[in-house]
Structure formats: C-alpha cells, structure tokens
C-alpha cells in the first residue's frame, strides 16, 4: 500500500523560502509511469496544482506558479521536496503530495496534508 506524509514548518514569515518534503513508502518513487504531485488548498485559490516531478526525474510546474517553485527529489531517501520562495500571506493553506498516473492526475493516494501558515 502507498502512503505519503508531509513533513515541514507549520509557519513561515513573509518574503522566506518554504521547503516541504513528503515521504513515500510502499513503492520507489522511481517505478515507471508514477508521478509525484504537490498541490495547495488555499483562501484565495481554492485547490491548486503547483507542479510535479515524473519517475524520470524530469518537473513540470504550474506557469503561474514558476518563477517561485521548484520541484525535487532524492530517490535514496523515496523523498520528493517542494521549495517557494519567497512567501506571502496568500500562500497560507493546506500543502499536498500525490500519486498519480501523469503530471497533473490527483485522483491516486494522498498524504494528509500540512498546514502552512505565512506570517506577515
């Protein structure tokens, strides 16, 4: 069975760098044709796609996100990371890692989700 949990500050000030990780388990994050997903719910936007990274390594991001986002991931540890720059209070919400059948697919398994709260 797959599971995801995310892991990171719970609160960030404004204009700092979040970093969150999510922990896969059941199944390398290498196997052929999973994708690793982040996604946001928040006030503003409601449930977003930020971005993913394939099996293959290789990242897509939201455009409207892209100047902010990156995507990682160290296969050693069966870990995908999400870093954004510098933050804003409209980034305050729930934080999401997913399985899925291609970049933009949240239909598979879910991770709890993380609260993340930007201070002004």
């Known amino acids: 069975q797959v599971q995801l949990q995310e892991s990171g500050p719970g609160l960030v000030k404004s204009s700092q760098t979040l970093s969150l990780t999510c922990t896969v388990s059941?199944?390398?994050?290498?196997?052929?044709?999973?994708?690793w997903i982040w996604s946001r719910q928040t006030q503003v936007k409601g449930l977003e796609w930020m971005g993913a990274?394939?099996?293959?390594?290789?990242?897509s991001i939201n455009p409207a996100l892209r100047s902010r986002t990156s995507i990682s991931w160290d296969t050693g540890r069966n870990e995908f990371t999400l870093q954004l720059t510098s933050v804003i209070p409209e980034d305050t919400g729930i934080y999401y890692c997913?399985?899925?059948?291609?970049?933009?697919?949240?239909?598979?398994?879910w991770g709890q989700g993380i609260q993340v709260t930007v201070s002004s």
């Open positions: 990274i394939a099996y293959s390594g290789s990242v």
């Open positions: 997913t399985r899925g059948d291609y970049d933009r697919d949240m239909t598979g398994s």
């Open positions: 059941g199944t390398p994050i290498t196997t052929i044709n999973d994708y």
